[in-house]
C-alpha cells in the first residue's frame, strides 16, 4: 500500500508515500513484529504441552520421566559411594509406574 500510495493517489487515506521506509528503519518494527510477537504465539504452544504433559503423561512420557530419574539416582548413590549391594529388594515409585531397584524392568 505503501508503494502504490504515490502512483495511484486513493481519496480518504493519509499520506502513505515512503512509510515502508519509515517502518523497516525503526526498532520498535524490528522488536514487536518479528521478535516479540513470533515468541509469544510459540510460548503459548510451549505451555500447553507442558500442562498437558504434567497432568494427563502418555506411558512413553513416564517411561522417560523413569528413566531420567533412575539415571539421577545413580549419579547420586556413585557421588555418596553407596553400593548396589544396599539397594536390593527396595521398591521405588513415581506416579503410576513403579520400578524395582535390583532391576530396571517396569512393574505396572
Partial sequence: YGLVWPVAHIDGTADMGNIATVLFASPNFWLAGV???????????????????????????ILQEVEYL???????LRELGVGKHELKGRTY??????????TSTLIA
Fill in 35 to 61: 521478535l516479540l510477537a513470533p515468541a509469544l504465539c510459540i510460548l503459548l504452544d510451549i505451555s500447553i504441552m507442558s500442562i498437558r504433559r504434567h497432568l494427563t503423561p502418555k506411558p512413553h512420557e
Fill in 70 to 76: 533412575e539415571g539421577v539416582r545413580r549419579q547420586a
Fill in 93 to 102: 515409585k513415581h506416579r503410576s509406574v513403579e520400578m524395582s531397584a535390583s
